[in-house]
């Protein structure tokens, strides 16, 4: 299972990558869009100075036609790094594209994937994550968890080295139901990750045992024993 985290706000990144088991990031134009108008090579040098070289970084491109997203693809490799994923939106063009890419030795990661169809064509063509929109589908009324459960099963049955990473998620139960489905990632905003702990349960909990600690130890904690 890998935890991926969906901002660019460098002050998130620092602080997630230290408090949580993060294995990567995600971005894209509307993330990058909530940074202002910032240079966005530079930007995404730093991002990748804080995740460090181990973690996944995924950079989506911009351009509609094939054409124009291999030329920006080998633009991310050249400004940013190798090892960069190239999210790619699976249109018919992106499709073409990640086929290219694939066969050219790129890290892919398909992505705006809304249906079964969808997720299976990119799979085939070759991209290493199926970035599949689990609130966006809700939105349009379309079963989520039948597409995640769906696009597991092709995966399993045709043996390639391809994952579901989980995006759009707008609460925890989201993000367990597409565990659930067969995710083998989830990419996440930290606002949300912050809500997993949002429980007054929680605090009531490490309150009580403090205080039987306490009736016992006084204030000293293991340390001073």
Same mark, same amino acid.
């Given at each position: 299972?890998?935890?991926?985290?969906?901002?660019?706000?460098?002050?998130?990144?620092?602080?997630?990558?230290?408090?949580?088991?993060?294995?990567?990031?995600?971005?894209?134009?509307?993330?990058?869009? %909530?940074?202002?108008?910032?240079?966005?090579?530079?930007? %995404?040098?730093?991002?990748?100075?804080? $995740?460090?070289?181990?973690?996944?970084f995924?950079?989506?491109? $911009?351009?509609?036609d094939?054409?124009? $997203?291999?030329?920006?693809a080998?633009?991310?490799?050249?400004?940013?790094?190798?090892?960069?994923y190239?999210?790619?939106?699976?249109?018919?063009?992106?499709?073409?594209?990640?086929?290219?890419?694939?066969?050219?030795?790129?890290n892919?990661t398909?992505?705006a994937?809304?249906?079964?169809?969808?997720?299976?064509?990119?799979m085939?063509?070759?991209?290493?994550? @199926?970035?599949?929109?689990?609130?966006?589908?809700l939105? @349009?009324?379309?079963?989520?968890?039948?597409?995640?459960?769906?696009?597991?099963?092709?995966?399993?049955?045709?043996?390639?080295?391809?994952?579901?990473?989980?995006?759009?998620?707008?609460?925890?139960?989201?993000?367990?139901n597409?565990?659930?489905?067969?995710?083998?990632?989830?990419?996440?905003?930290?606002?949300?990750?912050?809500?997993?702990?949002?429980?007054?349960?929680?605090? @009531?909990?490490v309150?009580?045992?403090?205080?039987?600690?306490?009736?016992?130890?006084?204030?000293?904690? @293991?340390?001073?024993?």
């Open positions: 299972m890998e935890l991926m985290l969906d901002t660019a706000n460098l002050k998130r990144i620092a602080e997630a990558v230290e408090y949580y088991p993060i294995s990567g990031l995600t971005t894209n134009p509307s993330i990058f869009k %909530a940074e202002g108008h910032i240079d966005f090579f530079a930007h %995404a040098r730093e991002i990748r100075r804080i $995740i460090g070289k181990d973690r996944t995924h950079i989506q491109v $911009i351009s509609t094939c054409q124009g $997203i291999l030329k920006e080998e633009t991310i490799k050249r400004k940013v790094d190798e090892n960069v190239i999210k790619t939106p699976v249109s018919r063009e992106g499709l073409k594209a990640i086929g290219i890419m694939s066969r050219e030795g790129f892919v398909a992505t994937i809304y249906t079964t169809i969808q997720a299976e064509l990119a085939l063509a070759g991209a290493d994550y @199926l970035a599949l929109y689990y609130n966006r589908m939105n @349009l009324d379309i079963d989520a968890d039948k597409v995640f459960s769906q696009t597991a099963d092709a995966i399993a049955a045709s043996g390639k080295d391809c994952k579901i990473v989980g995006a759009s998620f707008k609460n925890v139960m989201q993000l367990t597409a565990i659930a489905d067969g995710a083998q990632a989830l990419t996440v905003p930290p606002e949300l990750l912050d809500t997993a702990f949002a429980n007054p349960s929680i605090d @009531l909990a309150a009580n045992f403090r205080k039987d600690w306490s009736t016992v130890y006084g204030d000293k904690t @293991l340390c001073d024993l």
